[in-house]
């Protein structure tokens, strides 16, 4: 994983990463990004935008869970294959007012199983 951090205090910024699983997996596949709590997401600010083929930020429904996870659904319409980059950016993140390290970004994709009880 790269990402280009921007390093401007207290500023809203944009994150662009690059990430290449290893396995294939279908459009099911949701897209999570673990930012640390020291940085801010404001739903209202949040984009997402694609910079690979493979996934579509048009289709994409992303939302935002205790103040610092990102979770993307929808996103691969045709999938992933394995060895292919996938590119993308989240704006909308406003980096803490201090120059200290915060904690890593954490990113993974995964699948959500649905029963008549809901999300398992």
Do not use: C
């Not at 990463?17 to 459009?27: C, I, L």
């Not at 292919?84 to 989240?90: A, G, L, P, V």
């Amino acid at each position: 994983m790269s990402s280009d951090i921007q390093y401007i205090n207290a500023e809203n910024v944009k994150f662009t990463f690059v990430v290449q699983p290893e396995n294939n997996f279908s459009n099911e596949g949701v897209l999570q990004i673990i930012f640390p709590e020291k940085l801010v997401l404001d739903p209202s600010l949040l984009t997402l935008t694609g910079g690979t083929p493979n996934i579509d930020a048009s289709s994409a429904v992303v939302n935002v869970k205790y103040n610092h996870l990102v979770k993307v659904n929808s996103a691969f319409p045709n999938g992933y294959t394995s060895g292919d980059k996938i590119e993308f950016t989240i704006s909308g993140v406003t980096n803490p007012p201090s120059t200290k390290p915060a904690l890593p970004i954490h990113i993974a994709v995964y699948y959500e199983y649905t029963d008549e009880q809901g999300v398992v």
